[in-house]
């Protein structure tokens, strides 16, 4: 019995079930999450919210925990960093390009197909109304955005990926990335089926979760920022 409960593939097993566990929760909590935004109409940024960002905290906690759980090597699961300011550099220049593009392709496809493609009313609810918001909106990305890369990165890709071959396992990984964007429309959710593509690759390449961690983080910032600047008519609630 010790011998089974000190077993390196148990626990590996073990992490693997938890965080097959964790996304289908995560998943089924985005899906509930998009149909009750159909009808609520809240009155605040959703991203301050307090509960929200504690709850988002916890679950930062809880990957860390099931990459630890997992046994493995933290280089493995991408978690050093070799070079942090060549890290930080190449995230937010690889974000920044990401962004200009995503930008483009976005206002293309609504001309083309229509403004249907796409829904607004995320963003819409997550900009800043007033100077005081902008520092907290700057602060409250990231627990979102280290809870995402590490799911879908550290643990998903990192605990899977001696066991499915990588190919699929990005592709099924970028299919529930962009599902769970479903609140900002079918362009939305290829987009971010895409980019998830692109993090994936990033973090394979380099063999660290910081690069797609900031490249995502500065994505989603400069969302925001474009649309403050060339939507103003966004800020009229």
């Known amino acids: 019995m010790t011998s089974i409960l000190t077993s390196p593939n148990l626990w590996l097993n073990l992490s693997r079930l938890a965080a097959l566990l964790f996304t289908v929760f995560i998943a089924w909590m985005t899906y509930r999450s998009h149909l009750l935004l159909k009808e609520f109409r809240p009155d605040f940024n959703l991203l301050l919210s307090l509960p929200e960002t504690i709850a988002r905290l916890i679950l930062v906690g809880l990957c860390l925990f099931l990459a630890w759980l997992s046994g493995l090597p933290a280089a493995e699961l991408g978690l050093t960093v070799k070079n942090l300011w060549w890290s930080l550099s190449l995230g937010f220049g690889l974000g920044l390009l990401i962004q200009l593009i995503v930008s483009l392709i976005t206002l293309q496809a609504i ?3 229509g403004p249907g493609i796409y829904s ?7 900009l ?6 902008w520092l907290l909106v700057v602060l409250a990305f990231l627990p979102p955005v280290a809870m995402e890369e590490l799911l879908f990165r550290t643990l998903l890709i990192g605990l899977f990926q001696t066991i499915i071959p990588l190919p699929l396992l990005i592709l099924v990984t970028s299919v529930i990335f ?6 900002q429309g079918r362009l939305g959710m290829i987009g971010a089926g895409a980019i998830n593509i692109v993090f994936c690759l990033l973090f394979l390449w380099t063999g660290e979760l910081l690069v797609p961690l900031v490249a995502h983080y500065t994505v989603n910032l400069l969302q925001v920022v474009a649309a403050s600047l060339y939507l103003p008519d966004w800020l009229k609630y």
């Open 120 to 126: 607004s009313w995320l963003i819409r609810n997550i």
């Open 128 to 133: 800043p109304r007033n100077r005081n918001e």
């Open 111 to 113: 001309k083309y197909f």
């Open 178 to 183: 962009g599902l769970m964007h479903q609140p």
